[in-house]
């Protein structure tokens, strides 16, 4: 399995700032996910982040509000613009190497937005 | 579109009784099938998969089969602990370098001693 190292595990952020959360991962992979878990919620897929262009989004997302960065094969960062209370979540960095049909997960970050 | 629906949580057990989660899929072709762990304060993680139909996965005690004719992937545990009172999700995944996951709601399993 691929090792990912996630970061913050979690903040506390006011609202109407931004954050900015790091995937690392030990290899090169693939294909690098970002997901929203609200509270008590299954996982949603915000954008599949590419290296070296722009991220592909899913529907309801936006890059002005979830701008992504992939600078090269292991590490991504996502983040949270003008942020509100409903932006509270779980955010979850998942990768994906060449060949394997499973996802390894990060351990997350908890955002609490006030 | 893909879907996955899980039951109804959440569930309560006491030790050492029998589990069952049901899955069921609606997709095109033919999918891989997984169930993600979540537990407390955790990220997800893989606990099975299987790739293709009548393929059975297992880790840790559970089980799950892939059946196409009824395209589900029930998990199974014949003796459960209060180590395994986690989140469980059932997902799918089609091959191909852009596939994405699709989740169930997720179920809530609690095991009480």
């Known amino acids: 399995s691929a090792v990912i190292s996630q970061k913050p595990s979690r903040d506390i952020c006011q609202r109407g700032t931004s954050l900015t959360i790091q995937c690392q991962v030990d290899s090169q992979v693939t294909m690098m996910f970002w997901y929203r878990q609200q509270p008590g919620q299954s996982l949603t897929l915000i954008a599949t982040?590419?290296?070296?262009?722009?991220?592909?989004?899913e529907s309801g997302f936006v890059i002005d509000k979830f701008p992504i960065s992939r600078p090269n094969l292991t590490f991504s960062t996502l983040t949270v613009s003008n942020m509100s209370p409903e932006d509270s979540s779980i955010y979850l960095c998942s990768v994906r190497r060449s060949g394997d049909t499973e996802a390894f997960f990060g351990q997350g970050t908890r955002l609490t937005v006030v | 579109g893909d879907s996955v629906t899980q039951m109804e949580g959440p569930v309560t057990l006491s030790e050492e009784a029998f589990l069952t989660i049901n899955c069921t899929y609606t997709a095109t072709g033919y999918p891989s099938l997984f169930w993600y762990v979540q537990y407390p304060g955790e990220g997800l993680q893989l606990l099975l998969k299987?790739?293709?139909?009548?393929d059975k996965g297992s880790n840790k005690g559970f089980e799950a089969t892939y059946r196409k004719e009824t395209t589900s992937f029930h998990l199974e545990k014949g003796s459960v602990q209060v180590s395994d009172s986690a989140v469980y999700f059932c997902a799918l995944s089609h091959t191909g370098a852009n596939s994405k996951l699709t989740f169930g709601k997720g179920i809530t399993l609690s095991v009480r001693p």
């Open positions: 299987a790739t293709k139909a009548d």
């Open positions: 982040a590419n290296q070296g262009s722009e991220a592909t989004y």
